[in-house]
């Protein structure tokens, strides 16, 4: 057996090799600049959360603002129907002309004019299809109209 040492050892040189903690350790070197990253890792995490949070958020707002026009959308597109079928089946003849150029007729100005379709009817200017007594009235309402909106005359 052996027998106990009377010298009394090193114990900060055991503790450096066993340990390795010793100031000359790379472990505690680097440990300041760990922390240092893992801070500003954890600072870029809560800004990478908070803009993910600002998205989402931005994301249900455009849906919100894309269903609000798309049922807009669905209503516009119903007047318009309705105003159409007004417009097509009325019993008096409408045209709308731009630029004193013919661009829409219905079906009834069709049949008052005699015509089979109303691309008979468009493209012509609109002083073709009006009655001579009429023509400096109409020539006057059309000069205007591109200055003024008017109300519709019979």
């Known amino acids: 057996m052996k027998k106990h040492s009377d010298e009394t050892p090193d114990w900060q040189d ?3 090799r066993i340990i390795g903690l010793g100031e000359s350790s790379i472990r505690k070197s680097y440990y300041p ?3 240092q990253k893992m801070a500003e890792l954890e600072r870029k995490n809560k800004d990478l959360k908070a803009a993910y949070e600002n998205l989402a958020s931005g994301e249900e707002e455009l849906r919100q603002n894309y ?3 798309s ?8 007047s318009e129907e309705k105003y159409r079928n007004l417009v097509e089946n009325t019993f008096d003849g409408v045209i709308i002309h731009r ?3 013919i661009v829409y007729a219905n079906r009834t100005a069709v049949r008052l004019f005699g015509d089979t379709g109303p691309e008979d009817l468009i493209g012509l200017s609109i002083l ?3 009655h001579p007594d009429y023509l400096t009235i109409v020539t006057e309402r059309a000069t205007q109209a591109l ?3 008017q109300l519709p005359r019979h």
């Open 147 to 149: 200055e003024t909106v």
């Open 33 to 35: 600049e760990l922390q």
């Open 71 to 78: 049922a807009k959308e669905h209503e516009l597109l119903e």
């Open 128 to 130: 073709e299809v009006v």
């Open 67 to 69: 269903e609000e026009l």
């Open 14 to 16: 055991q503790r450096t």
């Open 99 to 101: 630029d004193k150029k």
